[in-house]
């Protein structure tokens, strides 16, 4: 009887997991504003290169004059290098251009739809052109 128990106990906790992890990626609609784009200028200052989503900081100067930091979101580290993008490819002192979608929250937050130099050569793009 116990052991019964105990596989059932284990067949219900592995058949939860996956609605555990579904449940913690976001939509991209939920978050971005998909219908506004933007563009920002700055330099990178810190980059993080992990699962689910890269993260890369940027300190960009506002029309006052002022400095703010923006985090930017870009695809998964997978689909990125799929697409033979590698981590030394944006380092820190960088300066970039990033085509973005703000954050629906009102932070200083975007998903970055394209990044160019700062002399106008393309380095990433969501659909994976250079």
């Known amino acids: ?7 059932k106990l284990i067949i219900a906790l ?3 997991l996956p609605a555990i992890s579904i ?3 976001h ?9 506004v ?14 699962n689910p989503h890269i993260w890369f900081y940027m300190d960009v100067t506002n029309d006052a004059g002022e400095v703010e930091n923006w985090q930017c979101e870009m695809g998964s580290p997978n ?7 590698a ?16 954050a629906r929250d009102g932070t200083k937050t975007c998903s970055t739809r394209r990044i ?15």
């Open 79 to 85: 689909q990125l290098i799929r697409l033979g993008w």
């Open 37 to 50: 784009q933007f563009e920002l200028q700055g330099t990178i200052t810190d980059l993080e290169w992990f």
């Open 23 to 25: 449940q913690a990626h």
């Open 87 to 102: 981590k030394e490819d944006l380092p820190v002192g960088t300066v970039i251009i990033a085509r973005a979608n703000p």
């Open 27 to 35: 939509s991209l609609v939920g978050e971005f504003d998909t219908a």
């Open 116 to 130: 160019t130099l700062e002399d106008g050569t393309p380095v990433f793009s969501r659909t994976g052109n250079r």
């Open 14 to 16: 592995v058949m939860c």
């Open 1 to 7: 009887m116990k052991k019964i128990f105990t596989t």
